[in-house]
């Protein structure tokens, strides 16, 4: 079974410039969510998508952040315009069901604002 | 908001040595998981504790979730090189997503 897989897995950019990353969940896998850890701080919840639907957004730090899931299975997350602040690794995790399963992580997009 | 904590933040020790990490939730939790990073990696789920009072064991690794689940324990006995990494633990209020504490960074010295 192929994992989580995230692109890039780097990605420099300068401070007003757009950057997407994209997110390929488990297959079947209908929980995905988008995580951030900046500077070697705690992994921050971002999003919550099941399905194609936003369950909870509460943790998108504001509307420079877009998330979409069209069609339910991959995810994109756009930065426009990116910030200095922005910099960090970006997780994707996705799971069958909230509740009681494990999360799985893909490797992470390393976004730099420079 | 649900806050997270763990300590210690680092912890260096020989190989051999035990290790203990610690997670405390500022509300009660439903859940309780773990996750172990290694260093350039990304978070690996470890476990899931949910009954109050709950042990776990994995090999070396001994997991608890507190009598009035707001609080959690991993402990490691006789550490080795390959348990170097950040150990997380996220913990879920009723209804909510989870929150990830800050980490505990460890160092194995061989």
């Known amino acids: 079974e192929a994992g989580v897989t995230q692109f890039p897995s780097h990605s420099v950019i300068e401070k007003g410039q757009t950057v997407t990353l994209r997110c390929d969940p488990i297959?079947?896998?209908?929980?995905l969510y988008w995580y951030r850890r900046v500077m070697g701080k705690e992994i921050k919840f971002l999003l919550h998508?099941?399905?194609?639907?936003?369950?909870?957004e509460s943790g998108m730090p504001n509307n420079r952040f877009l998330a979409e899931r069209t069609g339910g299975t991959y995810s994109t997350l756009k930065v426009q315009p990116a910030e200095l602040e922005d910099s960090g690794v970006y997780f994707c995790?996705?799971?069958?069901?909230?509740?009681?399963?494990?999360?799985?992580f893909g490797q992470g997009t390393r976004l730099t604002v420079v | 908001g649900q806050q997270v904590m763990q300590i210690p933040q680092y912890q260096h020790v020989q190989e051999g040595e035990d290790f203990t990490t610690y997670c405390n939730s500022s509300?009660?939790?439903?859940?309780i998981q773990w996750y172990k990073q290694r260093p350039g990696g990304h978070p690996v789920f470890l476990i899931q504790?949910?009954?109050?009072?709950e042990v776990k064991k994995q090999k070396r690794l001994t997991f608890q979730f507190g009598e009035a689940k707001k609080n959690s324990s991993l402990h490691i006995t006789a550490t080795q090189t390959t348990d170097v990494g950040t150990y997380f633990c996220?913990?879920?209020?009723?209804?909510?997503?989870?929150?990830f504490g800050p980490g505990t960074r460890l160092s194995v010295l061989p």
């Open positions: 504790l949910v009954k109050s009072g």
């Open positions: 509300t009660t939790l439903s859940n």
């Open positions: 297959s079947g896998h209908d929980n």
């Open positions: 996220a913990g879920r209020n009723y209804g909510q997503n989870f929150v």
């Open positions: 995790a996705s799971s069958r069901a909230r509740q009681h399963t494990e999360a799985f």
């Open positions: 998508f099941v399905k194609e639907s936003k369950q909870d």
